[in-house]
């Protein structure tokens, strides 16, 4: 009876404790863990190497814990951190990891231009139906050069909110604002397809464009745009240039912002293709 007794505790001692696995064994069974950061995907790692310590937020269902997990009121999601920062800081990785999001939207962009329902549904106008079929017959796989276009302009650290609105707001809008010179369909046409995301990259501290040149008709302008919370907000939209053309669209972008804002100091540099 006593054996029985014995037995019965010490079973359900055993049923109470096999629900929970400590962050000790999580350790050893988790081999490979791979993580993204801002501007940098490291190789796969093991958990607690030696480049820096590693987070675990333990989440179940709608709660949180930390410390035990596997617990049998739901699935455990894990989401690891690597708080090594010792590489975010890196303007040439920041850079690649944003051109290649603006690749993205273009491709976006690109394939609903290509689709009939989706113009069919946004618009019944010949006019700007055309225009995006000109659009759509060009290839945005590859750009042939991509530009930063940014500047001590774009560092609104003011107190003056009607000054800091319009700079943003210029920025923002420079798509539209070189569309618009062309006329209304390309304004129109281009204002359909715009696209956007957004993705997580805290060491963007301002607005900045990206234009994306092609040998077509229309290249492509991206604007990133930070929040406090280190996500960046990217919204792509085509863009038609003078058929007169400049010496550079990357420049005559820039003429048309430092007009909008009354602005000279704008720089316009190339960066490598991702």
Do not use: W
Request: charged share 20%; aromatic share 6%; with cysteine.
């Amino acid at each position: 009876m006593y054996l029985a007794i014995f037995e019965h505790t010490n079973q359900k001692s055993i049923a109470m404790k096999r629900p929970y696995i400590t962050l000790t064994l999580l350790a050893a069974a988790l081999t490979i863990i791979s993580t993204v950061s801002c501007g940098r995907r490291t190789d796969p790692a093991v958990t607690g190497s030696t480049d820096g310590p590693t987070q675990i937020a333990v989440t179940d269902d709608t709660k949180a814990k930390e410390g035990i997990i596997g617990s049998a009121d739901g699935p455990t999601a894990i989401h690891v951190a690597d708080k090594d920062t010792e590489n975010i800081d890196n303007p040439a990785a920041m850079e690649s990891l944003l051109a290649a999001k603006g690749r993205q939207l273009i491709g976006q962009m690109g394939q609903l231009a290509r689709s009939k329902e989706y113009i069919l549904m946004m618009t019944s106008s010949q006019p700007i139906q055309n225009e995006i079929s000109l659009i759509s017959a060009a290839d945005y796989t590859t750009p042939k050069e991509i530009f930063i276009i940014d500047g001590k302009s774009f560092e609104t650290d003011t107190l003056d909110f009607v000054h800091k609105h319009i700079v943003e707001r210029a920025i923002r809008s420079a798509a539209a604002m070189i569309n618009g010179l062309n006329g209304t369909q390309p304004l129109s046409a281009t204002s359909i397809l715009q696209v956007d995301d957004t993705l997580l990259c805290p060491i963007l501290k301002h607005t900045i464009i990206m234009l994306f040149a092609y040998d077509a008709p229309y290249s492509a302008l991206v604007t990133y745009r930070p929040a406090e919370d280190g996500t960046v907000a990217a919204v792509a939209s085509f863009v038609k240039f003078p058929a007169s053309g400049t010496a550079s669209v990357s420049h005559y972008v820039a003429e048309v912002i430092g007009s909008a804002i009354g602005s000279e100091e704008i720089t316009v540099r190339s960066i490598d293709i991702p």
